[in-house]
């Protein structure tokens, strides 16, 4: 019995719909980095790109753990000397809450080539409509 692998043209990009109310960060993350890498998929292969296109709804009501809101730390450098910047979570949700999510998903990808690439089919928008309807998404399970 052979091994099956997938060829590129063979693959299909389905479109899911997440709603992000009541739903905890890390969770959400998992479900969602795994529909993006299509991993969850019978016919995954390692070099084939087979990951789903996901929309994230609600995306500034998702939770965290209470004391999470003010001790967890967001970091990025500018690369000058003094150039550090920080952030608590509560401070990202309330100016840019997509980027919880984005940061969160990122984190959980493999870090390769692909990830680049799997971020790009994630969209998330922080209040319920988004333009994506002519896609017909359904519920991520």
Do not use: C
């Amino acid at each position: 019995m052979r091994t099956y692998q997938q060829k590129t043209a063979e693959t299909q990009h389905d479109w899911y719909i997440v709603d992000a109310t009541g739903q905890r960060l890390g969770t959400l993350a998992v479900r969602i980095a795994r529909a993006l890498s299509g991993r969850s998929k019978p016919t995954w292969t390692p070099h084939i790109d087979d990951g789903d296109h996901v929309i994230v709804i609600n995306a500034d009501k998702v939770e965290l753990a209470p004391r999470k809101w003010t001790q967890k730390v967001y970091h990025r450098h500018s690369g000058f000397p003094g150039g550090l910047r920080t952030e608590t979570a509560a401070q990202v949700r309330a100016k840019y809450p997509e980027r919880l999510i984005e940061r969160a998903v990122r984190g959980m990808l493999a870090t390769n080539r692909m990830r680049d690439v799997h971020l790009g089919r994630l969209n998330v928008y922080a209040g319920a409509e988004h333009p994506h309807a002519a896609q017909q998404p359904e519920q991520l399970a």
